[in-house]
């Protein structure tokens, strides 16, 4: 069997921090676990999203370190409609998180946005936009 991809695992400095961004944009991650050095849930589908606190990752493999730069990796959240697109990237500028780009209407087709998680991870928010006739 070949394998089978599972797991996104992002690696955080505050978990109650990366946790609290990741309950604004509606994932169900219970309260008890801001304080848990590895949580983990499963999204509809099957696939998994897993926070890991430095020190977790260090202890496993003592050497590991930040990578620098932009990020290589983000992850994208479908919105109802353009404007779930401005409402959710309002919101979350307006709870504190870190807004990159503001929505705009995509060459592709789509309303998108990009803000950062408290990492500086950048996740994208993105709708359809109505097809012209």
């Not at 169900?28 to 998994?48: N, S």
């Not at 780009?101 to 991870?121: C, L, M, S, T």
Request: hydrophobic fraction near 40%; charged fraction near 20%.
């Amino acid at each position: 069997m070949a394998p089978q991809f599972n797991l996104v695992g992002i690696v955080v400095a505050d978990m109650a921090r990366s946790l609290a961004f990741y309950r604004d944009l509606g994932l169900d991650i219970p309260a008890d676990a801001d304080h848990q050095p590895h949580v983990e849930v499963t999204l509809p589908g099957g696939l998994r999203l897993a926070w890991d606190t430095v020190d977790t990752v260090r202890s496993f493999d003592p050497t590991w370190t930040p990578p620098t730069g932009s990020g290589r990796v983000g992850l994208a959240f479908a919105c109802a409609d353009p404007a779930d697109v401005d409402r959710t990237y309002a919101a979350l500028v307006a709870a504190g998180h870190e807004g990159h780009k503001e929505p705009w209407d995509a060459f592709w087709g789509q309303r998108y946005a990009v803000i950062h998680d408290p990492d500086g991870n950048p996740i994208d928010l993105f709708a359809p936009l109505p097809t012209q006739n």
